[in-house]
């Protein structure tokens, strides 16, 4: 969902599923070990670990995330 929503602004997100990357379970210890729990999705934007689905979803209600996109180069007006 948030994906689609990323995608929405015009922006190409890069999707990795961990269960079929080569790293995938070293990813996710990584990312429990940021406090991720549950772990995925885990949202970066512009190199910086946003959160998952209901942060990126809060900072869009809050009119955030496109200039997040808009700061990270991912989209352009």
Do not use: R
């Not at 961990?18 to 210890?29: N, R, S, T, W, Y």
């Not at 990312?31 to 209901?54: C, D, H, R, T, Y």
Request: charged residues 15%; proline residues 6%; neutral net charge.
């Amino acid at each position: 969902m948030y994906n689609l929503l990323i995608s929405s602004f015009g922006a190409n997100p890069i999707v990795y599923e961990l269960d079929e990357h080569p790293k995938g379970h070293q990813i996710e210890k990584e990312l429990k070990g940021l406090g991720f729990k549950p772990s995925v999705p885990a949202v970066f934007i512009g190199q910086k670990l946003l959160g998952g689905a209901n942060e990126i979803m809060a900072l869009h209600l809050k009119g955030q995330l496109v200039p997040l996109l808009l700061g990270a180069n991912a989209i352009w007006v």
